[in-house]
Nanobody
Framework: QVQVVESGGGLVQAGGSLRLSCTVS????????MGWFRQAPGKEREGVSC???????YYIDSVKGRFTISRDNAKNTLYLQMNSLKPEDTAMYYC??????????????????????WGQGTQVTVSS
């Protein structure tokens, strides 16, 4: 059984930083693309940053230069370092693991796909 568990969300002032973590079990982590998605109230879920099994990274324009995705295959863990946070970053953040091994060719494909295992989400709130 695949389990995807996020942690690290919270309340932070604008300009602050948070680091999200996602631990995965039940699948071959190093053969899977991984990603972070978010959904704000009244908006659709969007892919924020994704990293393929080869290490190809993708970021949406609004977080480029502020967020950094990384993975530790030895720990089956994905990270998202978020700096210079803005109120518009407020959302529920979800971790996603590729369902099939090596399915998406790059981070962009994963962030625009849906064949993933989802975590339960962790709330990030940025106050102004």
């Amino acid at each position: 059984q695949v389990q995807v568990v996020e942690s690290g969300g919270g309340l932070v002032q604008a300009g602050g930083s948070l680091r999200l973590s996602c631990t995965v079990s039940g699948l071959t982590f190093d053969a899977r693309g991984m990603g972070w998605f978010r959904q704000a109230p009244g908006k659709e879920r969007e892919g924020v940053s994704c990293i393929s099994w080869t290490g190809s990274e993708y970021y949406i324009d609004s977080v480029k230069g502020r967020f950094t995705i990384s993975r530790d295959n030895a720990k089956n863990t994905l990270y998202l370092q978020m700096n210079s946070l803005k109120p518009e970053d407020t959302a529920m953040y979800y971790c996603a693991a590729e369902r099939a091994r090596r399915w998406y060719p790059d981070g962009y494909g994963l962030c625009h796909g849906s064949s993933v295992h989802w975590g339960q989400g962790t709330q990030v709130t940025v106050s102004s």
